[in-house]
C-alpha cells in the first residue's frame, strides 16, 4: 500500500477503507476501524492475519449477526463477490485457502457458495448496529483504484442531520478516545 493512500483515508472525515477482492481489508482510517471496530479489534482474528477479512468476521463471528441487521443480505452479496473474484483471478493469493476454509467452518458459506451466485452488488446502503453508538444508516461508495485494480477503496457517509449523522459524530469522538491512542502505541512500537 503507497503512503499516499493512507495519507487520503486519514484526510477524509467519513469512514474510508481499502479492501481486496477476497474482502481483506489493507488500510482504513480511524473512523473506518470506529464502524467495524468488531472486525478490527477481534484479537481471534488478528491472530489469523494482520488485516482483518469481512468474510471471516461474516460468518464465523458470532457478533456479525447482530452487527449487520440484514445478515442474509449481505451474506450472500459477500459469497457472490467471492465468487465473481475466484473466476476472475482463481489464482489470488489466499482466496483458495479462505473458500476452503470457510467452506469447512461454516454451514451457510458452504450453501451459499454451492448455489454458484454470481454478482458484485453495490446496494448503496448499509445498516450496521454499532456495539457503541447504535443503529447508523450508511451511504457507501466502493471505488476500484485506478493504480491498483485489484484494491476498492470503500467511502462511506450518512445523511445530515439525521440521527445516523449523530450516531457517526459520537462515534468519531469514541474513535479518537478510545482507538486514535491505542493505534499511535502500536506504530510506536512497529506493528
Not at 441487521?69 to 489470488?92: C, K, N
Not at 484494491?151 to 442531520?161: A, F, K
Request: hydrophobic letters at 45%; charged letters at 20%; one cysteine or more.
Amino acid at each position: 500500500m503507497r503512503p499516499g493512500v493512507q495519507w487520503i483515508l486519514d484526510s477524509t472525515p467519513n469512514p474510508a477503507a481499502v479492501r481486496d477482492a477476497v474482502g481483506t481489508y489493507v488500510a482504513a482510517n480511524d473512523l473506518a476501524r470506529a464502524l467495524y471496530s468488531p472486525l478490527f479489534l477481534d484479537p481471534c482474528e488478528a491472530v489469523r492475519s494482520p488485516h482483518p477479512n469481512m468474510a471471516r468476521f461474516m460468518f464465523l463471528d458470532e457478533r456479525s449477526r447482530s452487527f449487520f441487521p440484514t445478515w442474509e443480505q449481505g451474506a450472500e452479496d459477500l459469497v457472490a463477490m467471492l465468487r465473481l473474484a475466484a473466476g476472475a483471478d482463481p489464482a489470488q493469493p489466499g482466496l483458495q485457502a479462505l473458500i476452503g476454509e470457510l467452506s469447512t467452518t461454516s454451514r451457510e458459506f458452504a450453501t451459499l457458495w454451492a448455489r454458484h451466485d454470481v454478482r458484485y452488488m453495490c446496494r448503496g446502503e448499509k445498516i450496521i448496529n454499532h456495539p457503541v453508538v447504535g443503529e447508523i444508516h450508511l451511504a457507501y461508495e466502493p471505488a476500484t483504484m485506478g493504480t491498483a485494480p485489484d484494491l476498492t477503496m470503500l467511502l462511506y457517509g450518512v445523511e445530515p442531520g439525521s440521527p445516523s449523522a449523530d450516531a457517526l459524530a459520537l462515534l468519531s469522538t469514541w474513535a479518537a478516545t478510545e482507538l486514535a491512542p491505542a493505534r499511535e502505541r502500536e506504530v510506536a512500537a512497529g506493528h
